[in-house]
């Protein structure tokens, strides 16, 4: 269940930070790199709510890192603008959400796959 909540998470921050470019990125390098992370938190995501295993946790936890810190270097490089700063603060933490999510989901996970 927790992580399906963290596919969720990713999926919905890949969707704002998405949605978020199209509508108001106008740098250039910035547009390719934050659609890039996008695209790639929304496979994640859709990888964990299909089939949730151990190496989708592993890899969301490298992607939670570094979406984190691609959102932080945003808000820096954005802090005058008051809305931007704040958009790139909440898709981070989203992410960095989706990641904790999964790493805490480790534990609850069964060692062996059900059969049917």
Do not use: C, N
């Not at 990888?47 to 989708?56: G, I, N, Y």
């Not at 570094?66 to 802090?79: D, G, H, N, R, T």
Request: no cysteine; net charge positive; proline share 3%.
């Amino acid at each position: 269940m927790r992580l399906r909540l963290a596919g969720i998470l990713w999926v919905v921050a890949a969707l704002l930070a998405m949605a978020a470019t199209f509508g108001f990125r106008d740098d250039q390098l910035q547009v390719v790199v934050t659609l890039a992370a996008g695209v790639i938190a929304l496979a994640l995501g859709a990888l964990m709510l299909l089939r949730p295993t151990s190496p989708w946790i592993r890899l969301s936890r490298f992607v939670g890192a570094a979406w984190f810190a691609l959102y932080l270097v945003l808000a820096v490089m954005q802090a005058d603008e008051i809305a931007a700063w704040t958009t790139d603060i909440f898709v981070g933490v989203l992410g960095a959400a989706a990641a904790f999510v999964a790493l805490r989901a480790q534990g609850h996970m069964r060692s062996t796959p059900e059969s049917s």
